[in-house]
């Protein structure tokens, strides 16, 4: 069954959800804790190197498949590949990419409900007067809790699902148009703390003085993992999107902007946190707990910390729900086009069925800690691995030799409005730079 699509009410209405897909947990939580894992400045480097050599060709590209499109990424593939006279078996690079986005958030969601309890632990006043150990004694008791990661599971995806529901207007607009502004402010504010604490030079220092001798393997690996998980392209995401875009929408200024925005909350987000941890004698690479280790100090030292330490987490959860609902909106609209169920059946399916393997997920941090044979880690980390660090730049990979190779070049240039300079430019890009970077990269891994 397929639906007449809806459009963005507005070029600003689209910057704010693209944007907020890419800005939530993925800057403010996991991209602190990779720098602090992978190098530091060298891994800002590369990160930065990434974002712009290959990130944006490939958005744009996904952001230009769902134009073309109009329809769910599946769809989309299958028909611009007839169109064009490609093989049928492109159709699994759709396949592939609403699969990868349903199995993150699958775990995605499991650390939303993580900012949900914390949301209620600061409500609660439980930073207060709390010291380093303290903090870090709530939060392995979190993970310790089943019962509790379940419930904040729960909530975090009935709240994405409801979201999601309510379609494009009602629903994804109306939330991005409210909270990324409000969140945008209020990492402002903690970031004028972060000067304040006296450490700030040093945490600069620490993300900005790059030793090109500290670059591994790894760690290009890992900060190319991170540019498509946090600019949410691999997984559908900017596909469905995209299928929204009127044609009036300038693809090359609008991913500039977006890029810009993101990039900007992620170092803004490094730049809070490696302060506090600096001040309080922490390590840089406590892992994937550091901002809910590290910011609740700050929250138990400053003044009115009980009610920004509130803010903060709440505005964390709806920046992480702005990033959900990106991820759960391509499986919804294949469903919704291809089926009889209608949006808010197909909603609540898909919902359920991410909802059961994220259990799998949260139980990696309790009952089912241990590793998985020959994988050899749980099975969160595994999924956060493979999708990453592999699927997502696979996907971006295939994406953009599509874009750049299966396309009629004449059409691709005509939608991104290019000529001359910018259309060679563009073309190296695309057919080049990016498919080759991540190839390189994505091989490299191996060894």
Known sequence: MTTQHQHW??????????????????????????????????????????????GMPVLIAEWLLGRRGQKNAIDTMRDLAK????????????????????VILSFYSVIGGWSLYYTVQAGAGQFAEQDAAGISDLFEQMLASPATLLLAHTVFMAATVAIVARGLKGGIEASVRLLMPTLAGLILVLLAYAVSTGHFGEAFSYMFSFDLREISGGTVLAAM????????????????????????????????????????FALAAGLIIFPIVFANGLETSEGPGLIFVTLPLAFAEMIGGTVIGLLFFLLLSFAALTSSISLLEPVVEFLSERSSLGRAVSTAVAGAVIWALGIAALLSFNVWSAPLPVIGMNVFDSLDVITSQYMLPL????????VGWALKWQGVQDELGLSGGGAALWSILARLVAPVGVAVVFVAGFF
């Open 9 to 54: 009410g507005s070029r600003l209405t689209f910057i704010l959800a693209a944007t907020g897909s890419a800005v939530g947990l993925g800057n403010i939580w996991k991209f602190p804790y990779m720098v602090g894992e992978s190098g530091g400045a060298a891994f800002v480097l590369v990160y930065l190197l990434c974002i712009a050599a290959i």
């Open 83 to 102: 169109e064009n006279g490609r093989s049928s078996a492109w159709t699994l690079l759709g396949v592939s990419s609403v699969l990868v986005g349903a």
């Open 225 to 264: 993992g991170q540019a498509f998980f946090t600019l949410s392209v691999g997984a559908g995401v900017m596909i469905a999107y995209g299928s929204y875009l009127g044609h009036e929408t300038n693809l090359l200024s609008t991913a500039r902007t977006v890029i810009l925005f993101d990039t900007g």
């Open 395 to 402: 996907n971006g990979l295939f994406a953009a030799l599509f």
